[in-house]
Every structure is written in C-alpha cells, then in structure tokens.
C-alpha cells in the first residue's frame, strides 16, 4: 500500500521540522541569531490516467485523470534574516548593526567569516576580538591608555587618551552586505561563511547606501518569537501524529485483507 511509505515520509519531515523548531527555541537568547523554517516540497506522482489524455477516438480528452502523490520531502531549511530587537548593554565595544549588514572576523585559517553577533572585547594586544579570540576585520588596536572608546553610527572607532583633548581616530568598521544572505553557511560560535548561494561580499562603511548603521553600547538579540515557535512545535507534533495514524490505518486495512476467506 502507498499510504506505508506515503505516511512514514510525512513522520520524517515532521521529525526534521521539530528538530529545526527545536534548534529556535534552544537559541532564543543567543546574540544576533536568525531562525530558520523547514520549506517541505511534495514527491513525485504516479499518473494512472493523465490529464488530457485522449479518452476516445473522436477527440474527446481526459479532464482531470488520475494522480497518486507520493509524500512529502523536506526541500530546503530557510534562515530568516529579520531584524532582532536591540538590547542597550552600556559596553562600550558591544555593537548592534541596526539594518543589514555582517561584521567581518578574520579566523585562524584565514578566511574570513561573517556575523550579526557584536559582542566584542580587548585581546592582550588591545585589538577588537569577538569572544573566541577572533580578530575582527579590518583590524583595529585600542590604547592601552584609553579612557573612553566611541563607535559612531559609520563605524568610526575614536579613543580618548590622557593629555589629548580631541578623540583619536583608530579606524574604519566596514560591515558586508550579501545578494542572498539566506545562502550562508551557518558554522557555529554566531558564524556564516560564503558559499556560491549567498554570493560575493559587497563592503561598505555602515550607514551608506544599503547598509545598516552601528549602534554602540548595544547588542541585537534572537529575532525567534518563542509563540510562534510553540505554535509551529504543536503544528509538528499534531501532523507527526496524524502520520502516524495513517500507518496504523493502513496496517489494520492490511490485516482485513489477510484476513478474508
């Protein structure tokens, strides 16, 4: 019976789509995550009797004919990129990109990696890192002097030194924008590297053309909504279970068949 397959199909994309859930709800405090969603696609069909089939010699054609759907399959698992609500902290390297817009980290291999998280601090050499120790991109070194650390809304890092009256200038914050954000790969620690989907980077200094502005002494949090995700959780469970009857069903209308003398 195709209702077998059909039914377990559908128990597996539930089970993928609690999982993603799951993954939501676990990160609804992590700093500038971005939920994702489960997009299903149906499977292939079986066509007993094709639509526009001819029916007789005389030209007339089938209607609607007849097609059997084979399940469900999970077909991509989206990453929504929405704004998350800004927290104000009152640290001082703690930066929120309100907008679009990543922050650039230089890793140990090389490459450079993108976030939204920008909770930053000072390594032994006085350059901004990222909670890892990741340097952050371009690289940009504190005084060990300084009093006072300001980041304007165009990423202007300014320091004021003892003996200095007007603030010095440390550097420029530039923030990447890409075609298709979606498209990153997600690598953990808050981190998304380029693929082919997401497309090359476009830099730029915050607060210009199509980039966000930087907002200091403030982070952006999850932008999960844990009612939605809750709803979405019962949704799951009641469709896994709906599946799960229709293979109970179709075993029980099997066993009538053995059954028969």
């Given at each position: 019976?195709?209702?077998?397959?059909?039914?377990?199909?559908?128990?597996?994309?539930?089970?993928?789509?609690?999982?993603?859930?799951?993954?939501n709800i676990a990160n609804m405090t992590t700093t500038g995550f971005k939920r994702q969603r489960v997009e299903f696609q149906d499977l292939i069909y079986q066509h007993l009797d094709r639509p526009g089939s001819p029916s007789s010699s005389n030209g007339n054609t089938v209607p609607s004919g007849i097609s059997l759907g084979l399940g469900v399959r999970p077909a991509a698992t989206y990453r929504t990129h929405e704004q998350g609500t800004i927290q104000i902290t009152d640290n001082d390297l703690d930066l929120a990109i309100s907008g679009r817009g990543f922050f650039q980290i230089q890793l140990p291999n090389g490459d450079t990696a993108y976030t939204r998280a920008g909770s930053f601090q000072r390594n032994q050499n006085g350059e901004i890192v990222t909670p890892e120790g990741y340097l952050l991109e371009p690289t940009i070194t504190i005084p060990d002097d300084a009093i006072a650390i300001e980041v304007n809304g165009e990423g202007e890092v300014l320091a004021t030194v003892?003996?200095?009256?007007?603030?010095?200038?440390?550097?420029?914050?530039?923030?990447?924008?890409?075609?298709?954000?979606?498209?990153?790969?997600?690598?953990?620690?808050?981190?998304?590297?380029?693929?082919?989907?997401?497309?090359?980077?476009?830099?730029?200094?915050?607060?210009?053309?199509?980039?966000?502005?930087?907002?200091?002494?403030?982070?952006?949090?999850?932008?999960?909504?844990?009612?939605?995700?809750?709803?979405?959780?019962?949704?799951?469970?009641?469709?896994?279970?709906?599946?799960?009857?229709?293979?109970?069903t179709s075993d029980e209308m099997m066993q009538a068949t053995s059954q028969l003398r």
């Open positions: 019976m195709r209702s077998l397959d059909i039914g377990a199909t559908g128990m597996l994309a539930q089970q993928m789509n609690v999982d993603v859930i799951s993954n003892p003996g200095q009256v007007t603030p010095q200038n440390l550097g420029q914050i530039q923030t990447a924008n890409f075609v298709n954000p979606a498209g990153l790969e997600a690598t953990g620690d808050n981190l998304f590297l380029e693929t082919e989907a997401s497309g090359a980077p476009t830099l730029n200094n915050p607060g210009t053309d199509d980039f966000g502005r930087l907002q200091q002494g403030m982070l952006e949090q999850s932008n999960v909504d844990a009612v939605k995700e809750i709803t979405m959780l019962i949704t799951a469970q009641r469709a896994y279970e709906m599946n799960s009857k229709v293979i109970s």
